[in-house]
């Protein structure tokens, strides 16, 4: 059994263990993929203050996260196709999670459903919804996560029409995968992958086929995204989804302190700074970088998330001391998971923990509710001067 010590080592295992086309799915950003390498390379700007001869006895990660517990403010993101990186993907994600105490988000785009999320957990997970046009699909999948129990919708403002990534199409990605040359040979070389599969029933989008109408190729994301997304997206349709759920809202997607002020006068209960993990506007700003003007337009009035980017406990820890309440993982606990299933994901969370408890001692913190930017040492230029 390989020792593992960091997300990269997950990484390498996952590489290796899974078909190319959903490894690439996950690891990919759009275009020239900037925004995506920035997300990781701007959190590497930062640097830490070292502390000595500080009392750090009875250190606690925990803390809050929309006013539910967790074991430390880490969700896990929402990632589609979680369930073609192994095997039953988000009930294994999910339990890790659960056991862990951190929260965890099911994408609309999983291949296990909401239903069968529910069935193999015990406490209330997050559900993710994109802003479709069709308000029955919409509504019913509002009330099939309120009776499946969860406690919290996250609405996603990025992503009406997709950013492109290469590698998925050239790849070819669809889930279950198409037999092609390429995709045989490939399978050929992660047949451990391909067992566990044939040994589900989970290999379809679980929310969508079935329950979504007029999908022409329901293996098909990106054709589901063009037919099914509303292009015509505003303020008061979000407000009308806001209330069709009826629940705590996590809008994800800010990346500006406009629309910052808008969500949070809407009345979430949290935003979540991200690009989509560079997956949607290559060029924008790494969220890192676009932290700090979106606390200082609304820090003191809704809840602060950050996700893109982090691989790290130590990541984790600056964008806490940054002032994010909360942070999210995607590929980290994606690489967990094609690494080494359930284990693989509780794994990656006791790697981010390590880090971040490790770290927060010795910058002489005890607590992770009281990290600020003492801690941090921020390049002067940091956030950059743009102009517009
Ligand atoms: C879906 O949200 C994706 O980024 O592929």
Same mark, same amino acid.
């Given at each position: 059994?390989?020792?593992? @010590?960091?997300?990269?080592?997950?990484?390498?295992?996952?590489? &290796?263990? *899974?078909?190319?086309?959903?490894?690439?799915?996950?690891?990919?950003?759009?275009?020239?993929?900037? @925004?995506? &390498?920035?997300?990781?390379?701007?959190?590497?700007?930062?640097?830490?203050?070292?502390?000595?001869?500080?009392? %750090?006895?009875?250190?606690? @990660?925990?803390?809050?996260?929309?006013?539910?517990? !967790?074991?430390?403010? !880490?969700?896990?993101?929402?990632? /589609?196709?979680?369930?073609?990186?192994?095997?039953?993907?988000?009930?294994?994600?999910?339990?890790?999670?659960?056991?862990?105490?951190?929260?965890? @988000?099911?994408?609309?785009?999983?291949?296990?459903?909401?239903?069968?999320?529910?069935?193999?957990?015990?406490?209330?997970?997050?559900?993710?919804?994109? *802003?479709?046009?069709?308000?029955?699909?919409?509504?019913?999948?509002?009330?099939?996560?309120?009776?499946?129990? =969860?406690?919290?919708?996250?609405?996603?403002?990025?992503?009406?029409? %997709?950013?492109?990534?290469?590698?998925?199409?050239?790849?070819?990605?669809?889930?279950?995968?198409?037999? +092609?040359?390429?995709?045989?040979?490939?399978? $050929?070389?992660?047949?451990?992958?391909?067992?566990?599969?044939?040994?589900?029933?989970?290999?379809?989008?679980?929310? #969508?086929?079935?329950? $979504?109408? /007029?999908?022409?190729?329901?293996?098909?994301?990106?054709?589901?995204?063009?037919?099914?997304?509303?292009?015509?997206?505003?303020?008061?349709?979000?407000?009308?989804?806001?209330?069709?759920?009826?629940?705590?809202?996590?809008?994800?997607?800010?990346?500006?302190?406009?629309?910052?002020?808008?969500?949070?006068?809407?009345?979430?209960?949290?935003? #979540?700074?991200?690009?989509? /993990?560079? &997956?949607?506007?290559?060029?924008?700003?790494?969220?890192?970088?676009?932290?700090?003007?979106?606390?200082?337009?609304?820090?003191?009035?809704?809840?602060?998330?950050?996700?893109?980017?982090?691989?790290?406990?130590?990541?984790?820890?600056?964008?806490?001391?940054?002032?994010?309440?909360? *942070?999210?993982?995607?590929?980290?606990?994606?690489?967990?998971?094609?690494?080494?299933?359930?284990?693989?994901?509780? *794994? $990656?969370?006791?790697?981010?923990?390590?880090?971040?408890?490790?770290?927060?001692?010795? =910058?002489?913190?005890?607590?992770?509710? +009281?990290?600020?930017?003492? #801690?941090?040492?921020?390049?002067?230029?940091?956030?950059? &001067?743009? =102009?517009?």
């Amino acid at each position: 059994m390989p020792v593992i @010590t960091t997300i990269a080592d997950l990484k390498r295992l996952h590489k &290796r263990r *899974t078909p190319k086309m959903f490894y690439d799915y996950a690891e990919s950003g759009s275009w020239t993929e900037q @925004t995506f &390498r920035e997300n990781t390379s701007d959190f590497d700007q930062i640097r830490l203050r070292q502390r000595i001869a500080v009392d %750090m006895t009875n250190r606690t @990660t925990a803390s809050q996260m929309i006013g539910q517990d !967790v074991a430390m403010p !880490v969700a896990l993101a929402p990632v /589609g196709l979680t369930g073609m990186q192994c095997a039953d993907g988000e009930i294994k994600a999910a339990r890790a999670a659960e056991k862990f105490g951190v929260p965890f @988000t099911l994408s609309t785009m999983s291949i296990c459903s909401i239903e069968d999320v529910a069935e193999h957990t015990t406490k209330p997970f997050w559900f993710q919804v994109y *802003t479709l046009k069709d308000d029955d699909f919409m509504q019913r999948l509002f009330d099939r996560a309120r009776d499946a129990g =969860c406690s919290a919708m996250v609405i996603t403002l990025d992503l009406q029409i %997709m950013g492109q990534r290469h590698k998925d199409l050239k790849n070819g990605l669809s889930a279950p995968p198409k037999f +092609t040359l390429a995709s045989m040979a490939d399978l $050929a070389t992660k047949w451990p992958w391909g067992i566990e599969m044939l040994q589900t029933k989970r290999r379809f989008f679980g929310n #969508i086929v079935g329950h $979504a109408k /007029g999908v022409s190729d329901p293996s098909s994301l990106a054709s589901w995204t063009a037919e099914a997304f509303d292009h015509a997206l505003d303020w008061d349709r979000v407000a009308q989804l806001m209330k069709m759920w009826g629940g705590p809202v996590i809008l994800k997607g800010i990346l500006d302190a406009d629309d910052a002020r808008k969500a949070a006068e809407l009345g979430a209960d949290a935003i #979540i700074v991200s690009n989509h /993990g560079g &997956r949607q506007l290559d060029g924008a700003l790494s969220s890192i970088r676009a932290l700090p003007a979106i606390l200082d337009a609304v820090g003191d009035k809704v809840e602060v998330h950050l996700d893109s980017g982090i691989r790290s406990g130590q990541d984790v820890l600056k964008a806490l001391a940054m002032g994010a309440k909360g *942070t999210y993982i995607g590929r980290a606990f994606v690489n967990g998971l094609g690494a080494m299933g359930e284990k693989g994901v509780t *794994t $990656a969370l006791e790697v981010i923990h390590k880090e971040l408890d490790t770290t927060m001692a010795l =910058c002489g913190r005890r607590d992770v509710k +009281t990290l600020d930017r003492d #801690i941090l040492l921020v390049p002067e230029d940091f956030e950059g &001067r743009w =102009c517009s």
